[in-house]
């Protein structure tokens, strides 16, 4: 065990001394915050609400629903970051060296995942903290205590499953030159394809039937729906249902099923997480045979 937490404690410490790595591994959170504030912000503001919410009030709907994916997107592109250790252990044969102790195989590679799950966590629950102030003091409205405490649990599920695709992702990956380029585009394409950047209402059906595919679109539904509840309830006070099954259309908050099919969300997400056990077997598969190959 000793060993185990001395691995993971060394990756943790190798991806955090890498400023480089940390901010690219932000990169495209920054990128789509950017691209919220310039840009997209007020495309997501609804002429329905002129007149009837303060310019605050609709920013607060606004960044409630972007939030979530931000930290969705956050927990792909942090835990994808982390395993570049992977590639730069194989690459340089420093994987070699821990071979050539004690330590059993499947303690090195498990110690990789687990670095991964413990950044992205850590810092996902950083950016929620974040969020919460910056959005509190820019709207005058802060999230309740009882919704960050939920987005919190959520962001431990999402992590966990966004870790064991990227640990998936890595695998397959050979060099750290692709490592780069993959860890450079990845978050954008995902943020594009599961209703992020662009809300799948105005997308066209196929698109939904695409993204209806993909766990971290029922991920940004469910920590959406979490995080929105608060925003939901004003909403509430001056909207008929008409109105407000409008915004639940329009901010991406319905449960997505899968290709049309309704299936509740839950059922999806236990499907994810088992999809996601079965995912790090694989790996851990694959990374093992490349260990023995050299």
Not at 89 to 104: A, R, S
Request: some cysteine; hydrophobic content about 55%.
């Amino acid at each position: 065990m000793s060993e185990f937490l001395a691995l993971t404690t060394r990756n943790i410490k190798i991806f955090l001394r890498d400023k480089t790595a940390v901010f690219f591994s932000f990169l495209s959170v920054i990128i789509l915050l950017g691209l919220y504030i310039l840009f997209l912000g007020n495309q997501f503001k609804m002429e329905e609400l002129n007149g009837l919410f303060t310019d605050q009030e609709q920013s607060f709907f606004v960044y409630s629903q972007m939030i979530p994916g931000l930290i969705v997107i956050n927990t792909l592109t942090i835990s994808l970051g982390n395993l570049g250790n992977v590639i730069n252990d194989l690459e340089y044969k420093i994987m070699d060296g821990f071979m050539v102790t004690p330590v059993k195989r499947f303690k090195v590679i498990f110690a990789y995942y687990s670095s991964s799950l413990l950044i992205t966590i850590a810092l996902s629950w950083a950016m929620l903290l974040a969020a919460w102030g910056l959005l509190g003091i820019t709207s005058g409205i802060f999230f309740n205590p009882s919704i960050i405490l939920n987005a919190a649990l959520v962001i431990v599920l999402c992590s966990f499953i966004s870790s064991a695709f990227m640990v998936l992702l890595t695998a397959f990956i050979k060099s750290i030159n692709a490592f780069g380029a993959v860890a450079g585009v990845f978050g954008t394409v995902i943020g594009f394809t599961s209703g992020i950047y662009m809300p799948l209402a105005i997308l066209p059906q196929a698109m939904s039937y695409v993204s209806s595919l993909i766990p971290f679109t029922h991920m940004t539904i469910l920590l959406r729906q979490i995080m929105f509840v608060q925003a939901y309830e004003m909403l509430e006070t001056k909207l008929n249902a008409e109105g407000l099954a409008e915004i639940n259309k329009y901010y991406g908050l319905n449960e997505l099923g899968v290709l049309g099919q309704q299936i509740p969300l839950y059922i999806i997400l236990i499907l994810c997480v088992a999809l996601s056990l079965g995912l790090l077997l694989l790996a851990t598969k694959l990374i093992s045979k490349r260990i023995s190959k050299k």
